[in-house]
């Protein structure tokens, strides 16, 4: 996992439980913490932190990942506004991942292991988004496709017909925009 | 869980952590500037990485191309790949043809999917751009790349609403530039619009550069394989080019059988007179005149023809070629008729027959034109160029300024002419040639006052013939000048003989005939003069016959040549004399000693009032200017009586004696010399047999 993804679990947690709240997660999920946004750390210091901050906010790993999504979409339309302002919508937003955003992705970051989306737009109002990853983060996806829809203001509906943790071969979301 | 408030103890404590605090985060912000800092450079080395892949691979597609085409279908392809674009095309420049077509759709596109933008790319094909207009006209006229943020919203845009209805928006577009001039322009399109990217632009110039070294190095192959396949001067095809279509009209023949074309051989009258007399340059002149006029009247054959069958578009003109000087050929292709070609080449007389203006001067240029039809034959290329060249000559023996379609009996003609030119240049060699002397008669004596040499040919599988056979080849192909040559130093060195062997008081005399070329040969004079030194022939005993006509063809220069052979102390007769048509004011200034009237004159006494009035004439005429006169062709007594009746002192002909050999001449004098008198008089049993 590549150093951003820590650096913004982290400003989350700073900015909504304080310094201190950090410190202990990082104590707890035993990882020293250092984490620049070029570096590459091992996909389990995530899992651990996520682990951590479930236990000690009462909190599921799922809900963990969906609110960190969520909140961190705020913090990459601050800091890359280009991908954001050239889109009117979260469904035009969504559809530039694969060919605008992830390729962006691996040109700041090489070797970067993005996700492939899968999109299907031929119901009007309705996308349907499909999921396949081994690090199975479709809680994030989740989160980070409702923070889009809060940056551009839009209500959705959010359903998770298909899951890879309730054992199908991939995850899709119903989104429908009301 | 609240946020933690540090900084709730003691003062120092308090500010001290505060200042911690703050150093903490100016130490985060710095750590996520350089992180960014870092990321803009990594983007930047990317992207150059990714610039420098397409550069050299197109580089390198350029060192190796050999079709532009398909150099050009690999810079779009790979642009479209670099930029994620799904749409690129290429428009060619066409400078000059046509100001309404100077911009070009081409056939080469990349399309990522195959038939989303179907319309649009019907539409670009339908679409050419005058310089200036839409995007590649844009890119055209100022020879720089250019970027369109949204196609919808730009003013100069043709293909707005086609570009819109299949979702493209942006757009941008570079030239192939050679040298400072614009050959080609890629377009490409962007689904999204979008701003423009300088650092893409810079690529695309370089990229235009080395298309552009792909243009000049196919552009100097194509006009190495043009050169090698036109004539250089007319810019036609040449032989070889021509051979090529003629083949591939013979092969197109045998799997169409009533494809019937036709090989036209067109050759200028007296061309060589116009290149001799007006110089090389109003040559060459006068043929890109034949050649504008010729391309003229076939362009106009062309819009009435129809293609031929199983021919591509490139396959239905005619082709006019040239094969050298003078020479053109024209290849008929699917003619409906073989009178077609005829008519056509009727057609082709006639625009040659307007007189041009070449170098201020008016020339009249006529042509010969020989038609082999694809009908007649069933050989090669060679073979149909031939016969057509074989039909150009009969139009030519003809007089010219005619056309001839080949027949088999020409190329009889043809093959029996060619073998008698090849033996002709070989008959001096091989010692084929022999003399005969016809003697010379004084009336009413008989006495022999001279010999006329005469030229026979030995030929070894057709025996003797006459000058009669052989003479219009000998002069057409140059051999008559030596020929005459050859009789000249034959005759005098025997007449050289006859003096030693039998001398005599007033020896008798030998006639040798200058044929029109060797006349004209500007070294005549002096051949002469050397053939007397060398044989040691006294020069009035040799006198030198030219015909009538060839004196007065050109009489100043003929009058310059005999004052100068009169001058060697050799005499002169004028032959033939009654049918060259001669000025009399010349025939005064004439330096010639003797008129030989026409043996058709002579022949005609008997039953033709107007031959009798001609010999009569003629006789007055030469007493008046105090000439000599020989009756040529006597035959009959009665001829020979009316001669003499009208004051004629000489004649020769078969009433005298035939033309002799050598040793018949020897015998002949040797029994002269036996008479006391030394008198050489014909026995006249031997005569008028």
């Known amino acids: 996992v590549k150093g951003i993804v820590f650096n913004l679990l982290e400003a989350i947690v700073v900015q909504q439980h304080g310094d201190a709240v950090w410190e202990a997660l990082l104590d707890e999920a035993g990882v020293d913490g250092a984490y620049t946004s070029l570096g590459s750390y091992p996909d389990e210091q995530l899992f651990g932190l996520v682990a951590a901050a ?31 302002d050239s889109q009117v919508s979260t469904q035009a937003f969504l559809l530039t991942l694969n060919d605008i955003i992830h390729p962006e992705v691996r040109k700041i970051y090489p070797g970067a292991e993005v996700p492939v989306f899968d999109f299907d737009t031929s119901s009007p109002g309705v996308l349907m988004m499909g999921y396949r990853s081994p690090r199975k983060l479709c809680a994030l996806a989740h989160g980070f496709v409702e923070g889009a829809a809060q940056h551009y203001g839009e209500p959705l509906t959010f359903e998770h017909s298909q899951c890879m943790h309730r054992g199908d071969d991939r995850c899709v979301f119903r989104i429908a925009f009301n | 869980m609240a946020p933690d408030d540090a900084g709730q103890g003691p003062g120092g404590t308090e500010t001290e952590l505060g200042r911690l605090r703050r150093s903490l985060e100016r130490e985060r912000r710095a750590r996520v500037e350089a992180e960014s800092i870092a990321e803009r450079g990594l983007r ?20 190796e191309a050999t079709s532009l085409r398909d150099t050009l279908q690999l810079a779009v392809d790979r642009i479209c790949q670099y930029t994620g674009w799904p749409v690129g095309h290429v428009y060619f420049c066409n400078a ?27 539409l670009t094909e339908a679409t050419p751009l005058a310089p200036g207009k839409g995007l590649p006209g844009r890119v055209a006229i100022n020879g720089q790349p250019a970027w369109i943020r949204d196609v919808g919203t730009d003013s100069n845009f043709p293909r707005a609403a086609g570009a819109i209805e299949v979702g493209l928006r942006a757009a941008c577009a570079f030239p192939v530039l050679t040298g400072p001039h614009v050959t080609a322009v890629l377009e490409f399109f962007s689904e999204a619009t979008s701003e423009p990217n300088e650092s893409l632009l810079g690529v695309m110039r370089q990229i235009g550069i080395q298309l552009g070294r792909v243009v000049e190095r196919t552009r100097a192959q194509e006009r190495l394989l043009y050169d090698a396949f036109h004539d250089h001067l007319t810019q036609l095809p040449n032989r070889a080019l021509f051979m090529d279509r003629l083949q591939r009209a013979i092969t197109r023949r045998t799997r169409y059988p009533r ?42 054959e062309d819009t009435v023809s129809r293609p031929a069958p199983g021919a591509g578009p490139e396959d239905t003109d005619n082709t006019l070629a040239r094969l050298g000087g003078d020479e053109f050929t024209l290849l008929l292709e699917d003619i409906r008729h073989p009178s077609d070609a005829v008519r056509i080449a009727e057609r082709i007389r ?19 034109i020989g038609i082999a039809v694809s009908t007649s034959v069933q050989g090669s290329g060679e073979d149909l160029v031939r016969d057509a060249d074989i039909a150009m000559y009969r139009a030519k023996g003809l007089g010219g300024d005619r056309c001839a379609v080949f027949d088999a009996t020409m190329h009889h003609r043809a093959v029996e002419r060619l073998q008698l030119e090849t033996d002709l240049r070989r008959a001096l060699e091989r010692h084929e040639f022999r003399l005969a002397y016809q003697p010379i008669v004084s009336f009413p004596d008989h006495r022999v006052i001279g ?19 052989f003479l219009r080849v000998a002069e057409e192909t140059g051999v008559m000048t030596r020929i005459d040559y050859w009789v000249l130093r034959e005759a005098c060195a025997a007449a050289r003989q006859w003096q030693t062997r039998f001398p005599h008081d007033s020896p008798t005399s030998v006639s040798v005939n200058l044929s029109a070329h060797g006349f004209g040969r500007s070294d005549i004079v002096r051949q002469v003069a050397d053939t007397l030194q060398e044989t040691g022939l006294d020069p009035p005993i040799l006198r030198l016959e030219i015909t009538e006509s060839v004196a007065m063809a050109n009489a100043e220069r003929a009058r310059d040549i005999l004052m100068d052979l ?40 008997n039953q033709n009032e107007e031959c009798r009035e001609i010999i009569r004439t003629i006789l007055n005429l030469a007493q008046s200017l105090g000439l000599e006169v020989i009756a040529e062709g006597t035959e009959t007594a009665a001829q020979v009586h009316y001669l003499e009746g009208l004051g004629c002192r000489f004649g020769q002909g078969y009433f005298f004696s035939r033309p002799l050999p050598l040793d018949e001449i020897r015998a002949l004098l040797l029994r002269g010399a036996d008479d006391k008198d030394g008198v050489l008089i014909l026995p006249k049993t031997a005569s008028a047999s």
Request: glycine share 6%.
């Open chain 1, 54 to 84: 479930a236990r000690k906010l009462g909190s599921s790993e799922a809900e963990v990942l969906r609110s960190f999504g969520r909140n961190a979409m705020a913090i990459l339309a601050k800091r890359y506004p280009e991908f954001f």
């Open chain 2, 44 to 63: 930047a080395l990317y992207e150059k990485q990714q610039e420098t892949l397409l550069l050299e691979a197109i580089a390198a597609a350029a060192n």
């Open chain 2, 96 to 122: 000059g043809v046509s100001p309404a077509l100077d911009l070009v759709p081409s056939t080469i596109w990349h399309v990522a999917h195959p038939t989303h933008f179907d319309a649009f790319r019907v």
């Open chain 2, 259 to 300: 494809y019937t074309f036709a090989v036209l051989f067109v050759d200028l009258d007296r061309f060589k007179t116009v290149n001799d007399s007006l110089g090389h340059r109003v040559g060459d002149e006068l043929l890109l005149e034949i050649t504008r006029r010729l391309t003229g009247a076939l362009r106009r």
């Open chain 2, 350 to 368: 006639e625009v040659i027959a307007v007189p041009m203006n070449l170098g201020g001067q008016e020339v009249f240029a006529s042509a010969s």
């Open chain 2, 451 to 469: 010999f006329e040499a005469l030229v026979r040919w030995q030929h070894p599988e057709q025996g003797e013939l006459s000058p009669a056979a």
């Open chain 2, 566 to 605: 009169r001058a060697l102390g050799v005499r002169i007769s004028l032959d033939d004399f009654g049918t060259g048509y001669s000025s009399l004011s010349y025939l005064q200034r004439f330096p010639v000693d003797t008129l030989k009237i026409d043996r058709s004159f002579v022949v005609g006494i």
